[in-house]
Structures are given as structure tokens and as C-alpha cells.
């Protein structure tokens, strides 16, 4: 019986399901693979009868061969025959990797976030938690973008570039990934599943490679520039790109250049980046913190006295609230409505939101140059030089002194206003006064990262009796300076404010200098904002310095091919060796290695580590052209690592390639994987940062400014993790054009290297961890001082997960007289496990998670991409899923306890000049966050106030692009 149906109405049909579910309802189960150049690539009027294709997992062959999909070869292919397949070492047509891998086009990165890589890239959902220039807490992180699979840590995505390795810009080994050569890559590889076996340590979570268009002949760039609708985060980009052939097309060519330049979002100049959302401690019978608007630190930019000493408690409360104003005037201290012991809601005390950018600001530059000489057909040499250069400067706190580290004002301090003086007269047991300030003067305290990074790669690609041999050897380098500036030095201010009259002289001096009248020491005026001198600010300020050097050396060796004809097909393998050394060099100022400073004190050190290894992998078709086994492939690999400060480890996967038929194919691996510690892990000798602590042993009082020394862990052994993959991919013929995957993820890591967090350490000292207690120092009284914290072997961390890729591109001529094309493409990714094990305490589970981490259940991008002519209009839009603020504070402990959903709306207008006569050029207008959605209130745990969820959710609104592409 014929069912009627022309592939005309499955087109309409899945046209309006997919629009209507994949763009406006709640992801319930699609998401789609992301497409190759193929889908992407603007089709041309009259060209309906050829259905693009896209590719849904990593299958990239070139020009003239075969396989479950074409990519792009419309623009310069790479060398005929030449196959990339990442996620593997064997290149051979027709063979598809069975673990699963998100193919993205450049067009497809352009139109989402025209910026930057990075930023595009973030919009996949299993992309979402890598890092940027948005604000967050501390020193550390200067504008650099980390990518960062499934938020396991960007330590465990493995960056590659053409699939070899990319030198570390951090002491943590991670790739910032704005320094490829952006207007050379062709395509984005994302490797969502282990592959260890196949690439070495860091790829638990999966890697992301990054190809390149080495063959490309022509010249082309790009300029634009963008604005947000409040006037600021402009930014300015331009990329030119450039490749030529010559000896006779023995020699090839190819150079790039960028530019970037973006001024930041200044503190405050969001109406939610200045209410002082933040949490604070809760009445006497409710909720031990509570979320509310205007919360503010005790203290002021003046200086405020908490209270006397000495005295009775009734003389020392005499002093208590009383603040400085202009010329050291004394004046009623506001504690608000709302007062705990650190924290008040309104009134006079300091909002710490205005402390840092929302965005911070970034300038960097990169060039890249590659060349490539045929020595016969069969043998070809080629080099490569890529250089980077990145600098922010960015506020991060201000000097302060506050109800954890008060100032001590002594009853004859010199430059006491007279209202003070009268009322220490009459109170005369009184011997010192209690001051708490938060110090503005000579400016906030600023970090200021300059990096520049260089890596030089040279190596041959040859065929031998139908053998493939490559081999390379690269050096990279990364040097390193971060400056904390304006930061206090702590004991030169405890001598400055203990000012007093030299009584020989009549002048107001350093009471050490009436001992020691060498010791340079300037005194300290805190009555009153502007109220120290110059000399007073330039003595107890500096700069604490860090300069660093990140070396990486690798030398490979690589052969594959066909071991020889099977009963089902060509059995294929692959074979290699590596060396790599990996080293780092901190030194830093000596202030800061004598723990002089109120901030950081990074302390030096160095350490280095070398890695030997050898793998082996094979493809073995076991089944052809037979009733439901159209094809069935095995694929295995086996990889023995030795390492210089841990030993040897072994590393493996197998998997299955099940094509029952056409349409559909079957795939799942099992694979072993390995993190080896990084040098920072390993070898860091001790850096101070400050946290905001919830401390259950006193009422779960919210404390602020508490330090935190974290330091290596030279006896850390490498992370295992077990990873499991299944999924299906579906491309049914009676649908041209439709492609879906599904692929579950289930990952184990055992004795998975972390650090306690601040907060997760006195938890879990409460619950008894001795482990966790051995960090943390407390007074004679119990009050909490600081915390140690350093990397450990923990229990266990375990995630699983569904990946859901659907994309649909159809010429609108099938369902009505247009020569239109619509694409529809939408990734759906949903966590539904990711929990940590800490030796002595129970196992936590984040997934649902968005206040303080970034694990949402539920994260889509689904996007609609229009062209008629040469108009091109492209929509996207950014799914979040709610969750829990914190999963381990439940309502006694927190009123706080979901956050909604949020979704973002992009577009971009583009229209082409080949109408005109302008061949491969095309202006732009680009919109994010069309609606000027702002981000739900989701209050940090840092010191420093953060209003949301910044790793997660939209903190610069609505944001204009304008630009203009040309290839010619």
C-alpha cells in the first residue's frame, strides 16, 4: 500500500515540527550535530535540486572521496585524498570514528559570535562553562579563553591545532585558543568523549582541534567593530589572510594576521551590576542567609570605628560608629536596616560590587605563517611559526581593612580629628580605637597580564608503498608578567598609621622612626577619603610581580595505512611515538616572596616534567553488505605512557560501528583515559587569595576577606577515567537533508585531582573530615584565621549526560515558488549527573546547579539560517535551564534555592556583494542579545560581590556588530 507521501510533504512536515520544537519549546530531547562547511555554505539561486548535506559527526574527506558526508570544497580543499579525522589516527575514505564528534563550520562560528572563537564556541552547551574576559573574582585569568568540555575543568580538554599540540599561555597547561590563527581554520573538531588513546593525557573530557586550510590560495580578512547598547564594551577586530602557490604548485604558502581590541564594561554600569545583590545572614529563625538587594560591608572609603578598647564596655561603645568624612569631620555611622557582624543591608557600609569590571578589557594581536615545499610527489617538508601577544589590565578588589583585619589607631595618634581627641579625654582607659577602612586612594588594586606566546613547528608528510609517515618537532614558549598593583604592603602600612608628634621636632612622623629615624617610613593620614599624603600612599603601596615562562617541546613520529585486505574490508592501522618535555618558571619580587603584601604573594618556583609514549591502532571492518549489516566496524587503540614524575600508565579504547542500514548507524566505545597532574599542580609553592566563608562552627556567620594559601602536590599520581559512549545516528533518505544524533556519555574518574574550595573545606570539617580540618586554622577562640589549600588525589568524580544534535536544511522551492533556502540546526545537551567524592565525605552531585557552579540540567542552541538572494538572515537562540542555587544549602540554610530558566536571542543581517560584482564580499550586522536580557540574581561566593552567575549567563546586554568579509 502506498503511503502517498512525496518527499515534498516530509520536508513541509518536518519543516514545521522542527521549527516549532527546536526554536520555541523547551528541549526535550533535540539537538542536532553540528554541521560542516557544507551546511553552511550560501546556496545560490537555481541550485534547489541539489540537497546540501551535513555532516553529524567527524567524518572530513577532501575533494574526491566518499563517506557518510561531503564537507565544503567550494573554498581551496585541501590536498585531493588528503583525510582528517579527528578523534583518530587513521585517515581512510568511508571510515567514521565511533566516538561521537561535533563538526563546526567558520560560517557557523561567525554568525553566532563574530568576536572571537572562544566566544562563539561557548554558545555549544558543552562549551558553555569556558572562560573569557567576563568579571570574576581574583588574579588571576588575564582576558584568556579556556576551553572547557562539559565544565570537568579546562584542565581536561585537550586543544589541538591540526591535531598537534598547542604550547600552554597558563601555569595550568591550558591553550588560550584566541591565539590560533582564526581566519586560516576551516573547521572546529569537537571530540566529545575520551581520547586518551589516541592523543595522550587531558582528553577526559574530549578535545577540541582546530583545522586549518593549509591549501588555501587567494586573499581575504575581515573588519568590524561593536558597541553595546549602553555605549561601552566597544570593540574593534581586524583579520587578513593570505595564500599563494608557486614553483610550479611545489611550494605553498599561506600567512595571517589579527587584531583585536576591546574596552571592557566598567564597574557598575549595569542597573543589576549595582544593587548589592548579594547573600547575607538571616534573622534568628529563618533561613541562616538570605538574598537581598543593597548589601553592604561595614566600613567606608573614610575610615569608621567599630569600637574602643580597653575601657569599660560602655566607654568602648562610645566610639563605636563614628566615621570620617572630608578633612577627617566626624559623623554618625549608618549601619542600615539590617546588621550582622560583617555585613549590613543599606546605610553607610561599602557595596563591593563597584570593585571590579563586568567585562574586563583586552588587546592582542597574533600572526601565523606557513609554508609547505613538495620535494617529490610523495614527500613534502613544511614549517610553521605562530606568534600572540595578549594585555588587560582589570580591577579586582581595593585595599581594605575590614572586621577580619582592623586597623589599630592608638590614643595619640597624630592626626586624630578633635572630636576624637575630646572623647578619648573623656575616657581616658581607653588605650586604642578599633578603625575599619576600605582605601581608595591612589586607585583601586589593579592586575595588570601581559603574554606573548610563540611556537615554531617543523616536520614532512610522505607516502611510501602505500604507507602514510608523518613526523614533526615543535617548540613553544610562553612568557608571562602579572603585576598586582596598588597593593598595600602590609607591614609598612601598620607602621605608617601609627603616626605620632616628634617631640624634638613638632613633626608628625612613623612612631618606628623616633627609633629608627633611617627607616624611610611616611605617615598614614585614614581620617578621611584624600586624606594620606603621596608619600604616605607611595610608601605603603607596590607592585607584587610575577614574571613566567611556559616551555613545551614535542617530537612525533606517526605511520598508518592498510595492513592488508579483509573478509569485509581493508584492515587499517596506525602507529607512533612521542617525547615531550613540559616546563615552568615562576620568579617573583621579593615583597612578594617575603609574604609582604595585603593580596597574591605569589612565591617562585619551577619544575618540569618529560613524557615518553607509544601507541598502536587498528581498524577492522567485520561486517559487509548483508541483511541489518550494511557495515560493522571495530575500532581499537592501546597507548603506554611513561612519565618522568609518576610512571607508566596505560590508556585504551574500543569501540563498534554498527551500519545496519543507510539511514542509520550505531555507535559506542568504551575507552580508558588519563589527566597526568600539570607543573602547576605539581610543583606550586604557595599564592594568597582571599574568599567570602560560611562558617558553621560560629552560626554560619558570612565571613569576608579570609585567606587562602594554595600551594602543589609534588605526590599526585595521575587521574584514570572510564568512559562509556553510545549513541545513533540517523540520516533517513525519504528526508534529504535531516540529520540526527543522539549519544548518551556516562565518565568515571577515579583519584581525579582537585583542590577543596574554601567554602567545601570547612563543610566538610564540620561533617568531620579530618582531612579537610588539617587545612584550616582557627584562634585561641575558635575564629576562623585562613586556610590552606592544595591539589589532591580525590575519590572519585562521575558525570553522565544525553547529546542531542538534529539539523534540517531545505530549499523553501519545495514548499512554495521561492528560490529561498532555510536551514534549521539546534544542540541540545542535558547533564543529568556530575558528582565529586571526597575522601571521608559524602558524594556531592552539582548537576541542576547554576548559582555557584555551571551545571545546568538543560542547555540548548538552536538556530535558523535564511537565505534568499544575497540576503542572509540568521537566528539563534540560547537556552539555560534552571536549577538550584546551591545544591548542598537546603531552605534552612538559604532562602535562595532556584533560579529560572533564561534564554538569549541572537541575530545576524548579512547581505552579499556578488550582485554587485564584488565576488566573496559581504557586509554584516550582527546583534546579540537582541532583547537586552539581563542575568537572574545569582550572588557568587567570592569576596567581592558578583551579582550572577558569570561563568554562565549574559553580563554585557545587548551588543551591536557591524562588519565586512571579503575572499577573493
Given at each position: 500500500?502506498?503511503s502517498?507521501?512525496?518527499h515534498?510533504?516530509?520536508r513541509r512536515l518536518?519543516l514545521i515540527?522542527?521549527?516549532?520544537a527546536?526554536?520555541w ?5 533535540a539537538?542536532i ?5 557544507a551546511a553552511?555554505?550560501a546556496?545560490?539561486p537555481?541550485e534547489?535540486?541539489a540537497?546540501?548535506?551535513?555532516a553529524p ?5 577532501q575533494?574526491g572521496q566518499q563517506?557518510e558526508?561531503?564537507?565544503?570544497t567550494t ?5 585531493a ?7 583518530s589516527r587513521?585517515g581512510?575514505?568511508g571510515?567514521?570514528?565511533?566516538t561521537?564528534?561535533?563538526?563546526i563550520s567558520?560560517?557557523q ?6 568576536s572571537t572563537?572562544?566566544?562563539s564556541?561557548?554558545n ?8 573569557g574576559p567576563?568579571?570574576?573574582s581574583?588574579?588571576?585569568g588575564?582576558?584568556?579563553?579556556f576551553l572547557n568540555?562539559r ?7 585537550l586543544?589541538?591545532?591540526?591535531g598537534r599540540?598547542?604550547?600552554a ?6 591553550v588560550?585558543?584566541n591565539l590560533?590563527?582564526?581566519g586560516l581554520?576551516q ?9 586518551s588513546?589516541?592523543?595522550g593525557?587531558d582528553a577526559?573530557?574530549g578535545?577540541?582541534n582546530f583545522?586549518?586550510n593549509?591549501?588555501?590560495e587567494g586573499?581575504k580578512?575581515e573588519?568590524?567593530?561593536g558597541i553595546?547598547?549602553?555605549?561601552d ?9 593570505g ?8 611550494l605553498h604558502?599561506?600567512a595571517?594576521g589579527?587584531?583585536y581590541k576591546?574596552d ?5 554600569q549595569r542597573?543589576?551590576?549595582?544593587r548589592g545583590?548579594?547573600?547575607?545572614n538571616?534573622?534568628?529563625g529563618g533561613p541562616a542567609?538570605?538574598?537581598a538587594?543593597?548589601?553592604r560591608?561595614?566600613g ?5 570605628l ?5 575601657g569599660?564596655?560602655a ?9 570620617f568624612?572630608?578633612?577627617?569631620t ?7 536596616s539590617y546588621l550582622?557582624a560583617?555585613q549590613q ?5 561599602v557595596n563591593t560590587e ?6 574586563r578589557?583586552l588587546e592582542?594581536w597574533?600572526?601565523f ?7 617529490t610527489d610523495?614527500?613534502s617538508v613544511?614549517?610553521e ?7 588587560t589590565?582589570y580591577?579586582t578588589s581595593v585595599n581594605?581593612?575590614q572586621v577580619q583585619?582592623?586597623?589599630t589607631i592608638?590614643r595619640?595618634?597624630a592626626?586624630l580629628?578633635q ?7 573623656a575616657?581616658?582607659n581607653v588605650t586604642t580605637l578599633?578603625?575599619?577602612r576600605w582605601?581608595t ?8 597580564v601581559?603574554t606573548?606566546t610563540?611556537?615554531?613547528v617543523g ?7 602505500g ?6 618537532y615543535q617548540?613553544?614558549?610562553?612568557n608571562?608578567?602579572?603585576?598586582v598593583?596598588?597593593n598595600?604592603i ?9 603616626s ?6 613638632g613633626q608628625?612622623v612613623c612612631r ?5 629615624p ?6 598614614f593620614?585614614?581620617?578621611g577619603v584624600?586624606?594620606p599624603?603621596a608619600?604616605?600612599l607611595?610608601?605603603t603601596r607596590?607592585?607584587?610581580r610575577t614574571k613566567?615562562?611556559?616551555t613545551?617541546d614535542?617530537?612525533a613520529?606517526n605511520?598508518s595505512g ?6 569485509a574490508g581493508p ?10 618535555r613540559?616546563a615552568a618558571?615562576?620568579?617573583v619580587d621579593d615583597?612578594s616572596?617575603a609574604g609582604a603584601?595585603?593580596?597574591a604573594n605569589p612565591q617562585p618556583w619551577s ?11 587498528t581498524v577492522?571492518?567485520?561486517?559487509r ?10 575500532n581499537?587503540a592501546v597507548?603506554?605512557t611513561?612519565?618522568s ?16 542500514f543507510?539511514?542509520l548507524?550505531?555507535r559506542?566505545?568504551r575507552s580508558?583515559d ?7 599542580e605539581l610543583f606550586?609553592s604557595?599564592r594568597?587569595q582571599?574568599a567570602t566563608?560560611v562558617?558553621p562552627?560560629?552560626?554560619n ?13 609534588a605526590a599526585?599520581q ?5 568512559t562509556?559512549t553510545?549513541?545513533?545516528?540517523l ?5 534529504p537533508g535531516?540529520?540526527?544524533?543522539v549519544?548518551y556519555?556516562?565518565i568515571?574518574?577515579?583519584?581525579a585531582?582537585g583542590?577543596?574550595?574554601?567554602q567545601q ?7 568531620g573530615?579530618?582531612l579537610?580540618?588539617?587545612l ?7 575564629n576562623?584565621?585562613?586556610l ?19 539539523s534540517?536544511?531545505?530549499p ?7 528560490d529561498a533556502?532555510l536551514g534549521?540546526?539546534?544542540?541540545v545537551?542535558y ?5 565529586s567524592?571526597t575522601?571521608?565525605?559524602p558524594?556531592i552531585?552539582r548537576?541542576?546547579?547554576?548559582g ?5 540540567h538543560w ?8 537565505y ?5 538572515f540568521?537566528?539563534q537562540?540560547?537556552f539555560?535551564?534552571?536549577?538550584r542555587?546551591?545544591v548542598?544549602?537546603?531552605?534552612a540554610?538559604?532562602?535562595?534555592q532556584t533560579?529560572?530558566p ?5 541575530m545576524q543581517?548579512g547581505?552579499?556583494?556578488k550582485?554587485a560584482?564584488?565576488e ?10 537582541v ?6 540574581r ?10 550572577t552567575?558569570?561563568g ?5 546586554g545587548?551588543?551591536?556588530r557591524?562588519g565586512?568579509?571579503f575572499?577573493?
Amino acid at each position: 500500500m502506498q503511503s502517498g507521501r512525496t518527499h515534498a510533504d516530509y520536508r513541509r512536515l518536518l519543516l514545521i515540527g522542527v521549527s516549532a520544537a527546536g526554536l520555541w519549546t523547551a528541549p526535550a530531547f533535540a539537538q542536532i550535530p553540528t554541521p560542516s562547511s557544507a551546511a553552511t555554505a550560501a546556496p545560490q539561486p537555481g541550485e534547489a535540486t541539489a540537497d546540501p548535506v551535513i555532516a553529524p559527526e567527524a567524518v572530513q574527506t577532501q575533494e574526491g572521496q566518499q563517506a557518510e558526508a561531503e564537507p565544503d570544497t567550494t573554498a581551496n580543499p585541501q590536498e585531493a585524498g588528503e583525510i582528517v579525522v579527528t578523534g583518530s589516527r587513521i585517515g581512510r575514505s568511508g571510515f567514521t570514528t565511533p566516538t561521537p564528534v561535533t563538526v563546526i563550520s567558520t560560517d557557523q562560528l561567525a554568525k553566532s559570535a563574530p568576536s572571537t572563537i572562544a566566544e562563539s564556541l561557548r554558545n555549544l552547551p558543552a562549551l558553555t562553562a569556558t572562560s573569557g574576559p567576563q568579571r570574576a573574582s581574583g588574579t588571576q585569568g588575564g582576558g584568556q579563553s579556556f576551553l572547557n568540555l562539559r565544565n570537568l575543568g579546562a584542565v581536561r580538554t585537550l586543544t589541538l591545532l591540526d591535531g598537534r599540540r598547542f604550547v600552554a599561555a597558563s601555569q595550568f597547561g591550558t591553550v588560550d585558543v584566541n591565539l590560533l590563527p582564526a581566519g586560516l581554520i576551516q573547521r572546529v573538531d569537537i571530540v566529545t568523549g575520551g581520547a586518551s588513546a589516541a592523543y595522550g593525557s587531558d582528553a577526559v573530557a574530549g578535545v577540541v582541534n582546530f583545522v586549518l586550510n593549509t591549501r588555501f590560495e587567494g586573499i581575504k580578512g575581515e573588519v568590524s567593530s561593536g558597541i553595546s547598547t549602553e555605549g561601552d564594551n566597544a570593540e574593534k577586530r581586524a583579520i587578513l589572510s593570505g595564500g599563494v602557490s608557486t614553483a610550479g604548485g611545489r611550494l605553498h604558502l599561506i600567512a595571517s594576521g589579527e587584531y583585536y581590541k576591546n574596552d571592557g564594561i566598567l564597574e557598575g554600569q549595569r542597573d543589576w551590576a549595582r544593587r548589592g545583590v548579594n547573600l547575607i545572614n538571616g534573622p534568628a529563625g529563618g533561613p541562616a542567609q538570605i538574598l537581598a538587594d543593597d548589601v553592604r560591608n561595614i566600613g567606608t572609603y573614610g575610615g569608621m570605628l567599630l569600637t574602643g578598647n580597653g575601657g569599660t564596655a560602655a566607654q568602648n561603645a562610645a566610639f563605636r560608629g563614628l566615621q570620617f568624612g572630608p578633612g577627617g569631620t566626624v559623623l554618625p555611622y549608618s549601619f542600615g536596616s539590617y546588621l550582622t557582624a560583617t555585613q549590613q543591608i543599606g546605610g553607610d557600609g561599602v557595596n563591593t560590587e563597584l570593585f571590579q569590571e563586568i567585562n574586563r578589557p583586552l588587546e592582542r594581536w597574533s600572526a601565523f605563517g606557513r609554508a609547505e615545499y613538495e620535494l617529490t610527489d610523495a614527500i613534502s617538508v613544511f614549517g610553521e611559526a605562530s606568534y600572540g601577544w595578549t594585555d588587560t589590565r582589570y580591577s579586582t578588589s581595593v585595599n581594605r581593612h575590614q572586621v577580619q583585619n582592623p586597623i589599630t589607631i592608638r590614643r595619640d595618634n597624630a592626626y586624630l580629628p578633635q572630636g576624637i581627641r575630646n572623647l578619648l579625654a573623656a575616657n581616658p582607659n581607653v588605650t586604642t580605637l578599633t578603625m575599619l577602612r576600605w582605601s581608595t586612594e591612589g586607585g583601586l588594586t589593579d592586575v595588570a597580564v601581559t603574554t606573548d606566546t610563540r611556537r615554531f613547528v617543523g616536520g614532512f608528510n610522505a607516502e611510501l608503498g602505500g604507507l602514510k609517515l608523518n613526523g614533526y618537532y615543535q617548540h613553544g614558549r610562553t612568557n608571562q608578567q602579572t603585576d598586582v598593583l596598588n597593593n598595600e604592603i602590609t607591614a609598612n602600612f601598620t607602621r605608617a598609621v601609627d603616626s605620632v608628634v616628634n617631640p624634638a621636632t613638632g613633626q608628625i612622623v612613623c612612631r618606628s622612626t623616633l627609633t629608627d629615624p633611617t627607616n624611610g617610613c611616611a605617615p598614614f593620614n585614614p581620617f578621611g577619603v584624600g586624606a594620606p599624603s603621596a608619600a604616605a600612599l607611595a610608601y605603603t603601596r607596590g607592585t607584587s610581580r610575577t614574571k613566567s615562562v611556559f616551555t613545551e617541546d614535542v617530537v612525533a613520529l606517526n605511520l598508518s595505512g592498510n595492513l592488508f585486505e579483509g573478509w569485509a574490508g581493508p584492515i587499517s592501522f596506525a602507529t607512533g611515538a612521542e617525547y615531550r618535555r613540559e616546563a615552568a618558571e615562576l620568579a617573583v619580587d621579593d615583597l612578594s616572596r617575603a609574604g609582604a603584601f595585603l593580596f597574591a604573594n605569589p612565591q617562585p618556583w619551577s619544575g618540569e616534567y618529560d613524557v615518553h609514549e607509544g601507541y598502536i591502532e587498528t581498524v577492522v571492518p567485520l561486517l559487509r553488505d548483508l541483511p541489518f549489516a550494511k557495515r560493522v566496524e571495530f575500532n581499537g587503540a592501546v597507548r603506554y605512557t611513561d612519565y618522568s614524575t609518576s610512571g607508566g600508565v596505560t590508556t585504551w579504547k574500543a569501540g563498534l560501528s554498527w551500519t545496519p542500514f543507510d539511514a542509520l548507524r550505531l555507535r559506542g566505545t568504551r575507552s580508558r583515559d588519563i589527566r597526568a597532574p600539570n607543573l602547576s599542580e605539581l610543583f606550586t609553592s604557595g599564592r594568597t587569595q582571599s574568599a567570602t566563608i560560611v562558617d558553621p562552627f560560629k552560626n554560619n556567620i558570612r565571613l569576608s576577606g579570609i585567606f587562602v594559601t594554595t600551594g602543589g602536590n609534588a605526590a599526585l599520581q595521575p587521574e584514570k577515567a572510564d568512559t562509556l559512549t553510545l549513541g545513533a545516528v540517523l540520516q533517513p533518505t525519504f528526508i534529504p537533508g535531516f540529520n540526527l544524533s543522539v549519544d548518551y556519555y556516562d565518565i568515571k574518574i577515579r583519584d581525579a585531582i582537585g583542590t577543596l574550595t574554601p567554602q567545601q573545606t570547612v563543610d566538610q570539617c564540620f561533617q568531620g573530615n579530618q582531612l579537610a580540618c588539617g587545612l584550616v586554622r582557627r584562634d585561641a577562640g575558635g575564629n576562623l584565621l585562613d586556610l590552606t589549600a592544595f591539589p589532591i588525589n580525590l575519590a572519585e568524580l562521575e558525570t553522565n549526560g544525553v547529546d542531542v544534535e538534529a539539523s534540517y536544511r531545505v530549499p523553501l522551492s519545495s514548499l512554495m515558488d521561492t528560490d529561498a533556502t532555510l536551514g534549521l540546526r539546534t544542540v541540545v545537551s542535558y547533564v543529568g549527573k556530575l558528582a565529586s567524592t571526597t575522601p571521608g565525605s559524602p558524594s556531592i552531585d552539582r548537576a541542576g546547579e547554576v548559582g555557584i557552579s555551571a551545571n545546568p540540567h538543560w542547555r540548548f542552541n538552536a538556530q535558523a539560517d535564511f537565505y534568499k538572494g544575497d540576503f542572509n538572515f540568521f537566528n539563534q537562540v540560547r537556552f539555560i535551564g534552571g536549577g538550584r542555587y546551591d545544591v548542598t544549602r537546603g531552605p534552612a540554610q538559604i532562602d535562595l534555592q532556584t533560579i529560572k530558566p533564561q534564554a538569549y536571542w541572537d541575530m545576524q543581517l548579512g547581505y552579499s556583494l556578488k550582485n554587485a560584482g564584488i565576488e566573496g564580499a559581504e557586509f554584516y550586522l550582527n546583534v546579540r542579545n537582541v532583547l537586552d536580557t539581563d542575568p537572574p540574581r545569582a550572588p557568587g561566593d567570592g569576596t567581592i560581590a558578583l551579582a550572577t552567575n558569570t561563568g554562565l549567563y549574559d553580563t554585557t546586554g545587548r551588543l551591536f556588530r557591524v562588519g565586512f568579509r571579503f575572499n577573493f
